[in-house]
C-alpha cells in the first residue's frame, strides 16, 4: 500500500513541477553567468553607480531567486524568479514602448 505523499510524487502535476523548477532554476543561471561575465565591460560606463555594479546586482538577484526557486515549493519562489526575468524588459530610450533588452544593450535608440 502507497502513503499519499508517495503517490502525489508519481503523479505528473508532480513531474511537471520539477520539469518548470528546473527550466527556470537553469533560465536564471544562464541571466546571472551572463551578467557576471559581462559586468567588467560596462564598468567604464559610470554615473552616480556604474552599470557593472547594477549587472553584478542583477547576477546577485538571479542567484538569489534561483535559490529559492530550489530551496521552496510554494509560488514566491517562481514570483520572484518572474519579477527577475521582468527586470530584463527595459523602456527604449525615452520612448513609452518596451523592447528585449538582454545583456548586451545597443548603442542606438530608434523610434518607431
Known amino acids: 500500500m502507497r502513503s499519499n505523499a508517495t503517490a502525489a510524487r508519481e503523479s505528473p502535476r508532480w513531474l511537471g513541477g520539477v520539469v518548470l523548477r528546473s527550466l527556470v532554476v537553469a533560465g536564471l543561471a544562464v541571466d546571472a553567468y551572463v551578467h557576471l561575465r559581462l559586468a ?3 564598468d567604464g560606463n559610470t554615473a552616480a553607480i ?3 555594479v547594477l549587472f553584478r ?3 546577485a ?3 538569489a531567486a534561483a535559490l529559492l526557486v ?3 515549493r510554494g509560488r514566491p519562489g517562481l514570483l520572484v524568479a518572474f519579477l527577475v526575468a521582468l527586470a530584463e ?3 527604449s530610450c525615452s520612448t513609452s514602448t518596451w523592447t528585449w533588452a538582454p545583456s548586451v ?3 542606438t535608440c530608434t523610434s518607431r
Do not use: I, N
Request: aromatic share 10%; no cysteine; hydrophobic share 50%.
Open 40 to 42: 567588467g565591460a560596462y
Open 50 to 52: 556604474s552599470q557593472g
Open 57 to 59: 546586482v542583477e547576477a
Open 61 to 63: 538577484a538571479a542567484v
Open 70 to 72: 530550489l530551496l521552496t
Open 89 to 91: 524588459w527595459v523602456p
Open 105 to 107: 544593450r545597443s548603442r
